[in-house]
């Protein structure tokens, strides 16, 4: 399962390339995803759209390890992962943030920062002098760019509002180098406003950080707004897959799928 | 008044004991949402090994250590061999596994040593202090299981709160999920936890067997008690089963004194009922939303 070259505790730079190829995919007698092929360019964001119940959140799940497929292929870099475990495929460089669930509430802002570490390779050797500065070299450089999590890093996350919640879920992913960020629904719930800062953030990442990117989004007009491609979804099946501008045009799909 | 303080200085010791049973059931309760109703069992067997070693090498100390080492392994196999296979099975699976667990410790402590009622030694000397002349109800002895549990505890506490290990196992606790693809073992984890779980369940009961003497049942009631204390305490709430267990500990020595030995278990089993009346959660659990 795992390619050739991999030794256990190596992970490559970069973003990665990701690829689901003939997925099937379900919970007991349902069928959530019905052979669904996508592909995600490194570096890309890719957004997939759809109403609710239409396999997105599965599909997201699939990738990262949490629900077994039933057949199908995903493909990291062209390596076949489908059916590791979600700490396996974290420590990987997957990085899969479930809808509503991107932080733990009950613990401190510093220490979601610190979680995100826990995935980095070689973490067993913790002791290393070297690790100790690397760590807090990370955690400066995400109270840097969101410097209002630097005034609550001892807070519980619970404290936070909404929007600095999904702050500290897009830090917490900054801090994790993730080769492939797969974002469940970060706007829900969320101001107009303060959904665009998100959307601004989750740009950044895949811009500036070189992350390859796949959102999962309800809003589906500002995720068109940024992502490279887009994918729709209906019933577990693609029904399109196109340069996201072009979906965004295409007012037929718009009306039918995603209800704009 | 002096009888008054007496009581309650004695009963700081057992409330301690009670608290590391309560501690441990906590421990187990946050990371795997189940009852160890084996805790108690599984302090006895380590107990008894203890006293093997103690007979053997003359040694109280080598005993000690062999029995915290022996509760960590046996922790750690339980969850391994028992536990695990009871996971993503009804929830029943679980309780009657480790029920037959305290069965089968308990018939295995029967056949290897029998029935007999064995004292356990003291590593301080068990007669009362006093202040001046006055006793003060409680020994040397007890200052050390107040102390040894307190060290224990605080330990554990510095360890969860400032180790990176520490970080991981709370985060499994309050959401496996994230916990999961965030990169950590959660399995091995939880591991841990019931290695640490047994390990206070040792020490409780190399701790609680000069006064209780040593035999198959001899933990059950300890058990009992520390059940209580946690679940007075607030099941998440590790603060709050070791003062549960103090609570416990002091009121019962308290009522004991006053009112006679025979109507503690029923002192016991009233606070019980009176706090989840009350207060089902337990006095210091907080307002808690869990995701499952």
Same mark, same amino acid.
């Given at each position: ?6 030794? /256990? ?5 970069? /973003? ?22 996508? *592909?995600?360019?490194?570096? *890309?964001?890719?957004?997939? !759209? ?23 292929? #995903? ?21 899969? #943030? ?22 980095? &390779? ?55 180098? /993730?080769?492939?960020?797969? $974002?469940?629904?970060? @706007? ?6 303060? %959904? ?65 | %008044? ?82 695990? /296979?009871? $996971? ?16 089968? !410790? ?28 006055? &006793? ?17 505890? $605080? ?13 991981? %196992? ?11 693809? @965030? ?22 009961? #190399?701790?609680?067997?000069? @006064?209780?003497?040593?035999? &198959?049942?001899?933990?059950? @009631? ?54 989840? %009346? ?15």
């Amino acid at each position: 399962m795992s390619s050739p070259a991999e030794a /256990p505790g190596a992970r490559a730079h970069g /973003p990665a390339s990701l690829a689901v190829q003939d997925l099937v995919a379900g919970y007991g007698g349902v069928l959530a995803l019905d052979s669904v092929t996508i *592909t995600a360019d490194a570096g *890309t964001i890719t957004t997939v !759209l759809g109403a609710n119940g239409a396999g997105k959140t599965t599909l997201l799940r699939v990738i990262s390890g949490m629900v077994r497929p039933r057949s199908g292929r #995903v493909l990291v870099d062209g390596a076949d992962r489908a059916g590791r475990s979600p700490e396996d495929l974290a420590r990987a460089g997957i990085v899969h #943030v479930p809808e509503g669930q991107g932080v733990i509430a009950e613990l401190t802002v510093e220490e979601n920062l610190r979680l995100g570490m826990m995935c980095w &390779p070689g973490i067993a050797q913790l002791r290393r002098p070297g690790r100790r500065a690397e760590r807090a070299a990370a955690l400066a450089e995400a109270y840097e760019r969101f410097s209002v999590l630097a005034d609550r890093r001892q807070k519980l996350a619970s404290t936070l509002s909404g929007g600095e919640r999904q702050m500290l879920v897009i830090a917490r992913a900054l801090v994790a180098r /993730p080769r492939v960020l797969l $974002l469940d629904e970060p @706007s829900l719930g969320l101001a107009p406003r303060i %959904m665009t800062q998100v959307m601004d953030m989750v740009v950044r990442l895949s811009r500036e950080n070189g992350i390859t990117i796949v959102l999962v989004e309800q809003n589906a007009r500002a995720a068109l707004a940024i992502a490279d491609h887009g994918v729709v979804l209906n019933l577990g099946r693609v029904v399109a897959a196109a340069d996201a501008r072009a979906l965004a045009a295409d007012v037929a799909l718009r009306h039918h799928y995603l209800g704009f | %008044m002096v009888e008054f303080l007496q009581f309650t200085l004695g009963g700081i010791s057992f409330g301690l004991i009670y608290a590391a049973i309560a501690l441990s059931l906590v421990l187990i309760w946050r990371g795997t949402r189940l009852l160890n109703f084996a805790q108690g069992g599984m302090a006895m067997f380590t107990t008894f090994i203890a006293l093997e070693v103690i007979y053997r090498t003359g040694s109280y100390w080598a005993g000690f250590v062999v029995a915290l080492a022996a509760g960590i392994v046996l922790g750690a196999v339980t969850e391994l061999a028992v536990i695990r /296979p009871t $996971l993503g099975k009804p929830e029943l699976n679980a309780v009657i596994v480790t029920i037959g667990l305290l069965i089968l !410790l308990e018939g295995l402590a029967g056949i290897f040593y029998g029935g007999q009622f064995r004292s356990f030694p003291t590593a301080f000397s068990d007669i009362g202090l006093r202040a001046g002349s006055t &006793p003060l109800g409680v020994s040397r002895f007890d200052v050390f299981v107040a102390a040894a549990v307190l060290a224990i505890t $605080l330990l554990l506490a510095v360890g969860f709160r400032y180790t990176s290990a520490g970080l991981r %196992m709370r985060a499994a606790a309050f959401n496996a999920t994230v916990a999961r693809l @965030s990169g950590i073992r959660v399995a091995r984890v939880i591991t841990v936890g019931w290695a640490l779980a047994g390990l206070l369940g040792a020490l409780a009961g #190399v701790l609680v067997s000069p @006064s209780t003497f040593l035999y &198959p049942n001899s933990m059950d @009631s300890i058990f009992v008690f520390g059940f209580t204390a946690a679940v007075i305490g607030g099941l998440d709430s590790p603060v709050g089963a070791v003062i549960g267990g103090l609570l416990l500990g002091v009121v019962l020595n308290i009522a004991g004194g006053y009112l006679g030995a025979d109507v503690t278990a029923l002192i016991a089993l009233g606070i019980l009922v009176v706090v989840l %009346m009350i207060r089902p959660a337990g006095l210091f659990a907080g307002a808690r939303v869990r995701r499952v």
